[in-house]
């Protein structure tokens, strides 16, 4: 097998990463298109040791058909946040493209979703504060009723009545 090195370029530093070189025909293979839900392993290097980082989430777009320069978005929620990366389809920082789920959709290019997820978003947070302003109102209506009464609250004493306490007999008529 022949060893590749990559130049990567980080706060003015070279280095360099062992890659293998893709095989082209197995990528060409995958066929991606957007709607696809993949999960992609990219190797990232960390204190001299190589490690497989995964990236799992929806394709946006796919770009430059199977060209080598070919590129696809990929997009994730990550803890409440949307993450997009573009990935090179040819790179061999990626150790494998793994296809989860295809769906059947009817545009090219899903860019909508970045709208479509913030107006979601947005109409929770909306029912959210709403909730909260009502919540707020009615401790502010109990914190007056608080103050507008006594401070010495008479006991109430309640003695159960034997006459009240009996059950009535039923009568039986005949009809």
Avoid: C, W
């Avoid at 309640?158 to 306490?165: D, K, Q, S, V």
């Amino acid at each position: 097998m022949i060893e590749y090195t990559s130049l990567i370029r980080t706060n003015m530093t070279i280095s360099t990463l062992p890659f293998a070189p893709q095989n082209v025909m197995n990528r060409k293979e995958l066929k991606l298109r957007a709607g696809d839900t993949v999960r992609v392993y990219t190797k990232i290097e960390e204190k001299g040791k190589i490690r497989l980082q995964m990236f799992e989430g929806l394709i946006l777009a796919t770009k430059h058909g199977a060209e080598t320069g070919a590129t696809f978005t990929v997009r994730k929620i990550s803890h409440g946040v949307g993450v997009e990366r573009v990935f090179p389809l040819y790179s061999p920082a990626i150790e494998k493209i793994e296809i989860i789920k295809r769906s059947q959709v009817r545009r090219a290019k899903l860019y909508y979703l970045r709208n479509k997820v913030a107006r979601d978003i947005r109409r929770k947070m909306r029912n959210f504060i709403e909730f909260f302003a009502s919540t707020e109102d009615l401790q502010k209506a109990r914190d007056a009723a608080i103050a507008e009464t006594p401070d010495v609250i008479p006991e109430l004493k309640i003695e159960a009545n034997p006459e009240t306490t009996e059950i009535p007999a039923t009568e039986n008529k005949e009809a």
